[in-house]
């Protein structure tokens, strides 16, 4: 069905194709048109949870939960929504996203558009999903960079009670100066002040919930290093690596190599790959890896595990290949 509807939405906007194809999976599993793919194909332990494959969704594809029964469906292990902050926001104006199909590509400024965390938690609620569930948080973007912290654990509260376990978004290139959390002193106190609320929550809803937090691929190995130590001392139970590039030199002199926002698909993968490798390696086994970041192919997706990831996410690649790719992965994953 992909193959087949993919030159129209490649003929239409970039977000209204999203939102038209989220939509129509939505409408399709409501009418039970949608076979249920099996994704019992190899039990992954990862931060302390049990999953039926390593193959995750990525956090972008369905940013207020509103259709995770329906990509439930596809194959994957997990699935992460979001990000979400706790207010509802626009986001950035429009046109925000581009697809670049010789590069197997998409730039993206949406600057984290959503609903607010209270009408995610109302679609959570009325889903019929069982399976892990991630919840990826951010910042609203009037909140001033040094009050951070507040917005975090205004979502971390009000997720934590129907999360799997909970991202932490600190490195979208579309939201101002929020990548200065990656650093030093600053992760170091927004990672702490996070556990110190996990603890609690976890004392009065009796469960654990994980934390992980979400890096870029613009990093150097000094800063990855870093990152590791920090990750360790103050005990986040993961990193996912890689959120989107800044770095738009691998699409030459591309028409829309200019444009503002963070870049995905094919030309990440290295970036993404690199930065992974350095963070498994300064991890030492610590911590869990999650991969992230230029999987088009049930290869990609295999390499980051070679690599040393725990387990992978998709997004970006499912514009180009859809469904098939999940399936792909899943049997490259074995």
Do not use: W
């Not at 992954?44 to 949870?49: A, D, I, K, P, V």
């Not at 999940?326 to 074995?334: G, P, Q, T």
Request: net charge neutral; aromatic share 6%; proline share 5%.
């Amino acid at each position: 069905m992909y193959s087949f509807l993919r030159p129209f939405l490649f003929k239409t906007d970039p977000e209204k194709a999203h939102h038209f194809t989220l939509a129509a999976l939505g409408t399709a599993y409501r009418l039970g048109l949608l076979p249920k793919v099996n994704n019992q194909t190899r039990p992954t332990r990862l931060m302390g949870l049990d999953l039926p494959n390593p193959v995750g969704l990525a956090a972008g594809m369905d940013k207020n939960g509103e259709y995770i029964d329906a990509l439930a469906t596809l194959g994957f292990g997990f699935i992460e929504v979001g990000t979400v902050t706790p207010r509802p926001q626009s986001g950035n104006p429009q046109p925000r996203l581009f697809r670049l199909p010789e590069h197997e590509a998409v730039i993206n400024r949406m600057g984290f558009n959503n609903h607010g965390i209270d009408a995610m938690v109302k679609n959570i609620q009325n889903s019929r999903y069982n399976g892990i569930l991630g919840i990826n948080i951010g910042k609203n973007a009037d909140t001033p960079i040094e009050k951070a912290a507040d917005d975090y654990l205004i979502c971390l509260e009000k997720a934590y009670a129907y999360a799997g376990y909970i991202a932490v978004n600190i490195s979208s290139p579309n939201t101002k100066n929020l990548r200065d959390l990656q650093g030093g002193d600053e992760l170091s106190r927004l990672l702490y002040t996070l556990k110190n609320k996990q603890s609690r929550l976890a004392a009065v809803h009796n469960r654990y919930v994980p934390l992980a937090v979400k890096i870029a691929p613009d990093l150097s190995e000094a800063q990855i290093a870093d990152i590791a130590h920090i990750a360790e001392q103050t005990e986040i139970d993961g990193i996912i690596a890689t959120n989107t590039t800044i770095d738009k030199t691998a699409l030459g002199s591309h028409a829309l190599a200019d444009e503002q926002g963070g870049l995905s698909g094919r030309p990440v993968r290295e970036k993404s790959n690199l930065v992974l490798l350095q963070l498994v390696r300064h991890l030492d086994g610590k911590l869990p890896a999650i991969g992230v970041g230029g999987i088009l192919s049930g290869e990609d997706a295999a390499e980051k595990m070679h690599l040393g990831a725990a387990a992978v996410q998709l997004y970006s690649g499912m514009v180009f290949r859809g469904p098939d790719l999940v399936r792909d992965c899943l049997k490259a994953c074995v």
